[in-house]
């Protein structure tokens, strides 16, 4: 079985149509028509509907997408181990947050598509937490505190965070001066999560108690503007609220603990070359422009 076949098919199935994945793939369509016809006959099995709009997946090629799709990714990572210079190709999946992912993250993937050309980037923004191995991402991009799991986790540069409310919420409820004083209050929070503080060289753990939860950052951000409660943030997403005054620090004398940004990926022997670049990209973007990020303090 030809992995230029595996590819072509993975190609076709992702873009929808012959034209599309020739396009992608730079060949002809003729030649995308040769492998796909040669790839079913080896498998006895109709992978594709060709249909007057492109081309759909049968139930076989739905199953037999996910296998070429990971042989193909296996593949492309053993090129990278004996080719550890040079052009990188094949494609690179990647999990960011939304909250700022399009205007902190995405520029360096940009970048990064621009000094790569035979590279494609697939780019998938959400604040949920993101299953990256059950969801097939090479790797994703976290901004916090890293909690206990089987990803191996590389920091890319560091991220602040502090307990804020409204002018408005502390005028009418006040605001917490210890970490025990914070299940009194409305909290916003992303979930059911443990908000952590430092007293001296101590962690101390709350679990904050709150009617508004929100899957995305800037939302919990508005709710804080709005005075529904006290939020746990990063200054990235509330400097400039916090410089206008509509938002204002509690409780500072126990800070969060150090947190950071991470690339994170499935466990595994070796990273790829994919992930190592793009790590190290964002390595060199934060030390360039430590003033973006609202991370600098």
Same mark, same amino acid.
């Given at each position: 079985?030809?992995?230029?076949?595996?590819?072509?098919? %993975?190609?076709?199935?992702?873009?929808?149509?012959?034209?599309?994945?020739? !396009?992608? &793939?730079?060949?002809?369509?003729?030649?995308?028509?040769?492998?796909?016809?040669? &790839?079913?006959?080896?498998?006895?099995?109709?992978?594709?509907?060709?249909?007057?709009?492109?081309?759909?997946?049968?139930?076989?090629?739905?199953?037999?997408?996910?296998?070429?799709?990971?042989?193909?990714?296996?593949?492309?990572?053993?090129?990278?181990?004996?080719?550890?210079?040079?052009?990188? !190709?094949?494609?690179?999946?990647?999990?960011?947050?939304?909250?700022?992912?399009?205007?902190?993250?995405?520029?360096?993937?940009?970048?990064?598509?621009?000094?790569?050309?035979?590279?494609?980037?697939?780019?998938?923004?959400?604040?949920?937490?993101?299953?990256?191995?059950?969801?097939?991402?090479?790797?994703?991009?976290?901004?916090?505190?890293?909690?206990?799991?089987?990803?191996?986790?590389?920091? %890319?540069?560091?991220?602040?965070?502090?307990?804020?409310?409204?002018?408005?919420?502390?005028?009418?409820?006040?605001?917490?001066?210890?970490?025990?004083?914070?299940?009194?209050?409305?909290?916003?929070?992303?979930?059911?999560?443990? $908000?952590?503080?430092?007293?001296?060289?101590? %962690?101390?753990?709350?679990?904050?108690?709150?009617?508004?939860?929100?899957?995305?950052?800037?939302?919990?951000?508005?709710?804080?503007?709005?005075?529904?409660?006290?939020? $746990?943030?990063?200054?990235?997403?509330?400097?400039?609220?916090?410089?206008?005054?509509?938002?204002?620090?509690?409780?500072?004398?126990?800070?969060?603990?150090?947190?950071?940004?991470? %690339?994170?990926?499935?466990?595994?022997?070796?990273?790829?070359?994919?992930?190592?670049?793009?790590?190290?990209? &964002?390595?060199?973007?934060?030390?360039?422009?430590?003033?973006? $990020?609202?991370?600098?303090?």
């Amino acid at each position: 079985m030809d992995i230029e076949d595996l590819e072509t098919f %993975v190609a076709v199935a992702d873009t929808g149509g012959v034209s599309a994945a020739a !396009r992608r &793939l730079g060949v002809s369509k003729s030649i995308v028509s040769r492998r796909l016809f040669r &790839l079913e006959a080896e498998l006895g099995v109709q992978l594709l509907a060709r249909t007057t709009r492109g081309a759909a997946l049968t139930e076989a090629g739905v199953t037999f997408r996910e296998h070429a799709a990971r042989i193909g990714a296996e593949i492309d990572t053993a090129r990278e181990t004996m080719r550890p210079t040079g052009d990188l !190709r094949g494609r690179l999946r990647v999990a960011v947050p939304l909250s700022f992912g399009p205007t902190h993250f995405a520029p360096v993937l940009a970048e990064m598509a621009l000094r790569y050309p035979k590279l494609q980037i697939h780019s998938s923004y959400s604040d949920r937490y993101v299953d990256l191995i059950a969801e097939g991402f090479d790797c994703g991009i976290r901004v916090g505190l890293m909690p206990d799991s089987n990803l191996v986790a590389r920091r %890319v540069g560091p991220s602040y965070g502090q307990l804020v409310a409204s002018p408005a919420y502390i005028a009418a409820y006040g605001a917490p001066e210890t970490p025990e004083e914070v299940t009194a209050h409305e909290a916003l929070m992303q979930g059911t999560e443990t $908000w952590q503080f430092m007293d001296n060289d101590k %962690v101390v753990r709350v679990q904050p108690q709150g009617r508004f939860k929100a899957d995305s950052g800037l939302a919990l951000v508005a709710a804080a503007v709005a005075g529904l409660g006290i939020g $746990w943030l990063p200054d990235c997403l509330t400097y400039e609220h916090l410089a206008s005054g509509a938002l204002v620090p509690v409780m500072t004398r126990y800070p969060p603990p150090p947190a950071g940004v991470y %690339v994170v990926r499935p466990p595994g022997q070796y990273p790829t070359r994919k992930v190592r670049v793009l790590a190290e990209m &964002l390595i060199e973007h934060f030390e360039r422009h430590p003033e973006v $990020w609202g991370l600098h303090r």
